[in-house]
């Protein structure tokens, strides 16, 4: 059988034309997923930024000021010199649990992003049970912490891996019977779903109003699960060294540090989302006519509306911010019998009874 010159020019070219649409398909995936870990990193830095100069502000000090404009730059300083350090493995531990640890603590947190809507198509995920989803992968990273303290073959590690497991299944509970309500009021579990039920009602819509016992249950929580004080006990100075971390040096010990603010990012944004509105703008009373109408046409034509979702969405957080960055340094740390009564014999049965009320209102309401 013989085949033609440009019959075979012609398969070529076929076959590199599918190559090409294969990777573009490829990248128009990955174009997303970069752009959301490029922002995740921006928000994390700022976050740092911010801890440091309130924390300043609070104890009347002088914060950074020397590295960058402000002292902006001085969280990459600190990274950069942690990426220099040696990495020293204790010589009796388990290298194999050591070094996958700190890892596990912080692809579990990075995967929660997946799910947070910045707006109504701004979200890398838009799934039916988005909520119940960063509930469970968020519950990975204890399990990291866990074998971070086992694998140091240290007692104060291993003890503070304890510690954050037993208060990560304490407070996790009362924190997903909130979600639950949450989502029982919404009738849905997407996080888009939540949004734009609450948007609505306009301000008076947002779940802060109708929600107030969840709203206060979700914050301590949400704490709690954070390590943030007064709920810092796997990693207490006093009493632990430094709890899981004692025996990590280098980018490694860089690692819990970037998912320790990693965790209070994605739950101030969880807070956004299920009680302060997302990505709406609806608070009476603060924008000038002008504003709305702006908005208005932009949400019509779509000039820059995802730019101003984005925006919203990222200053309800970063005013949410400041309660746990301030709590940081008013509120003494609790005891650990202190720290499991309040989960087990306070949190979980109002959370309970506010489930229940929540369900009761909404079959009375059918």
């Not at 969880?270 to 009373?285: E, H, Q």
């Not at 924008?287 to 979702?309: A, D, Q």
Request: with cysteine; hydrophobic share 50%.
């Amino acid at each position: 059988m013989i085949i033609d010159t440009t019959e075979v020019q012609d398969i070529n070219s076929f076959s590199r034309l599918e190559l090409l649409k294969e990777a573009s398909g490829i990248i128009w995936i990955l174009i997303p997923v970069f752009t959301l870990v490029l922002g995740i990193t921006i928000g994390v830095l700022v976050i740092v930024w911010l801890e440091r100069e309130i924390s300043a502000g609070i104890q009347q000090r002088i914060g950074p000021e020397y590295a960058g404009p402000w002292g902006v730059l001085q969280a990459l300083a600190d990274g950069s010199k942690l990426l220099l350090k040696e990495n020293i493995f204790p010589s009796r531990g388990d290298t194999r649990l050591f070094s996958i640890g700190p890892s596990i603590a912080v692809i579990s947190i990075l995967l929660s992003y997946s799910v947070v809507p910045f707006g109504s198509h701004l979200v890398l995920a838009d799934l039916n049970i988005g909520v119940f989803l960063w509930i469970a992968i968020s519950s990975i990273a204890p399990i990291g912490l866990l074998m971070s303290g086992y694998g140091s073959n240290n007692k104060y590690s291993f003890l503070g891996g304890l510690r954050a497991a037993a208060q990560s299944i304490s407070y996790e509970i009362p924190l997903t019977l909130c979600v639950l309500s949450i989502s029982l009021l919404s009738n849905s579990s997407s996080t888009v779903d939540i949004v734009e039920a609450q948007s609505k009602y306009g301000f008076w819509g947002w779940n802060l109003w109708r929600q107030p016992i969840g709203f206060i249950i979700f914050l301590i929580s949400s704490l709690a699960e954070c390590e943030r004080l007064p709920f810092d006990l796997p990693e207490a100075e006093e009493e632990l060294i430094a709890g899981y971390q004692t025996e990590y040096s280098g980018i490694k010990f860089g690692l819990f540090y970037v998912a320790s603010y990693l965790n209070l990012l994605v739950s101030s944004l969880f807070v956004t989302v299920l009680y302060l509105g997302g990505w709406n703008i609806s608070i009476p009373y603060i924008f000038v006519s002008e504003f709305c109408e702006f908005f208005e046409i932009n949400k019509r034509y779509g000039v820059f509306e995802p730019t101003i979702c984005i925006f919203i969405t990222l200053a309800k957080t970063y005013l949410f911010l400041f309660i746990p960055i301030t709590t940081r340094w008013t509120l003494p740390r609790l005891r650990m019998d202190q720290l499991l009564n309040l989960g087990w014999k306070f949190l979980l049965p109002i959370s309970l009874g506010n489930l229940l009320l929540t369900t009761s209102s909404q079959l009375f309401s059918m």
